[in-house]
């Protein structure tokens, strides 16, 4: 299967700083990309698709200006946790897929703390 | 459907059984059916997938079956080993729509006991 890299996977920080987290396509070209976050022994919550060289489209209830997302090229996207506060500690897992393909494939996901 | 709730359905089996894992959907236009497998700090691994124009499908020990009439999924994992303990997951989507984002259920946790 694809190959999907993010980093880092883990990071801590203090309370008020910003965190970039970044996903990779390695082997293929992704069109689209999804951000997702997950709380322990929960299911994953999409926050927001991004296609290459538009906007994000943020899913109800997340805040675009906290969670800044970039999807400047066809291999990579960013999601930016701008003025981290502890609650925005969690687990969060980036997906990509090809132009032809339906299948999402996962990065290993980068878990925040925010201290 | 939506994840909520805080407690995982756990399913316990013994090496060398066949699991069954369940999953009901909602959403009755849905035509793209997918699982992933979860294991404990790490991203959802694909499984294997299934079409709205199928009832089943075979993979490597694994069987995904559909059954559109009421709704519901199922992943059938042959002689399951311990390294198939983690949280799996169902997924569906629409095709065609332009939304390509995936709803997912709430997962499963299999334990396989040696």
């Known amino acids: 299967g694809a190959v999907v890299s993010q980093h880092p996977s883990w990071v801590i920080c203090k309370s008020g700083t910003s965190v970039k987290i970044e996903c990779r396509s390695l082997?293929?070209?992704?069109?689209?990309m999804f951000w997702y976050r997950q709380f322990p022994k929960q299911s994953l919550m999409l926050m927001a698709t991004s296609n290459e060289g538009s906007k994000a489209t943020y899913e109800q209830g997340v805040e675009k200006d906290k969670f800044l997302i970039n999807h400047a090229s066809l291999t990579l996207s960013t999601l930016t946790v701008t003025s981290a506060h502890p609650e925005d500690s969690s687990f969060y897992i980036c997906?990509?897929?090809?132009?032809?393909?339906?299948?999402?494939?996962f990065g290993a996901g980068t878990r925040l703390s925010v201290l | 459907g939506e994840s909520v709730g805080l407690h995982l359905p756990t399913l316990s089996v013994q090496e060398g059984d066949n699991s069954i894992i369940n999953c009901a959907y909602s959403?009755?236009?849905?035509?793209?059916f997918i699982w992933y497998k979860q294991e404990s700090g790490k991203g959802p691994q694909f499984i294997i997938d299934i079409r709205s124009n199928m009832d089943k499908r075979q993979g490597q020990r694994v069987t995904v079956l559909l059954n559109k009439t009421v709704k519901h999924l199922s992943l059938q994992i042959a002689a399951t080993q311990p390294g198939d303990s983690a949280v799996y997951f169902c997924a569906e989507n629409i095709l065609g729509t332009g939304r390509r984002a995936l709803t997912f259920g709430s997962g499963t946790r299999l334990q396989v006991q040696p």
């Open positions: 959403n009755s236009a849905s035509d793209y």
């Open positions: 997906s990509a897929i090809g132009d032809r393909e339906d299948i999402q494939y």
């Open positions: 082997d293929f070209q992704a069109t689209t």
